[in-house]
């Protein structure tokens, strides 16, 4: 069976999401703001197709995609990338929500 990630999540934790975001090249500014953050997560999941929303003090932004096809991720207003693919060589980020 599928999981179902419909709902409401809270982060718990962001594990080494300030060197993740620096070797995306994000800025120093909004590397220190984005880390002070904890934002939530909704999330809307039908098959294959998922929404997220972000949703923080700061900015809050969605995500519109389905599972296994490439699609651009706008992040204009938050660090102003768009991107088709996110990769960091060999940066991880570990963010862990529990949904409420």
Same mark, same amino acid.
């Given at each position: 069976?599928?999981?179902?990630?419909?709902?409401?999540?809270?982060? *718990?934790?962001?594990?080494?999401?300030?060197?993740?975001?620096?070797?995306? #090249?994000?800025?120093?500014?909004?590397?220190?703001?984005?880390?002070? /953050?904890?934002?939530?997560?909704?999330?809307?999941? #039908?098959?294959?197709?998922? *929404?997220?929303?972000? /949703?923080?003090?700061?900015?809050?932004?969605?995500?519109?995609?389905?599972?296994?096809?490439?699609?651009?991720?706008? /992040?204009?207003?938050?660090?102003?990338?768009?991107?088709?693919? /996110?990769? %960091? %060589?060999?940066?991880?980020?570990?963010?862990?929500?529990?949904?409420?």
């Amino acid at each position: 069976m599928p999981v179902n990630l419909n709902g409401y999540w809270k982060m *718990i934790s962001n594990d080494n999401f300030e060197d993740y975001l620096k070797a995306l #090249d994000v800025n120093v500014a909004i590397r220190k703001i984005a880390t002070l /953050l904890k934002p939530d997560k909704d999330i809307t999941h #039908d098959g294959d197709h998922i *929404i997220i929303k972000t /949703l923080s003090t700061f900015k809050n932004y969605n995500m519109d995609f389905h599972v296994g096809k490439e699609f651009e991720e706008d /992040l204009s207003g938050v660090d102003d990338r768009k991107c088709m693919e /996110l990769r %960091a %060589a060999g940066a991880v980020a570990k963010q862990v929500f529990k949904k409420t």
